[in-house]
């Protein structure tokens, strides 16, 4: 076994074995790096670091975020923005 992986048994999972399984077939479908990644970023915040935590944030799927079209309000402003900047342009310093 992974020294990496002896580790995380002995701070996490001592007597969870069932729990262990279910991680190592994390590491199987993702990866040692990842699962161990995913762990680093639980252990900066107050929590316990769980399988079913590590499981969430691996098989957490995201979703693109919609780029919509500037509205009609959005539009007006930048226009009166240039036009208020090309009359402070025309003001000497």
């Keep these: 076994m992974k020294p990496e992986l002896k580790a995380i048994y002995y701070k996490y999972y001592q007597g969870q074995e069932r729990q262990y399984l279910q991680l190592l077939e994390l590491v199987a479908t993702h990866s040692l790096s990842q699962v161990s990644e995913t762990i680093t970023m ?16 691996l098989e957490k799927k995201e979703e693109p975020v919609p780029i919509l079209a500037p509205s009609a309000i959005t539009k007006k402003a930048k226009e009166t923005l240039s036009d208020y900047s090309k009359l402070l342009e025309g003001i000497p310093a």
């Design 42 to 57: 639980l252990e900066k915040i107050p929590t316990t670091v769980t399988t079913e935590k590590i499981k969430l944030i």
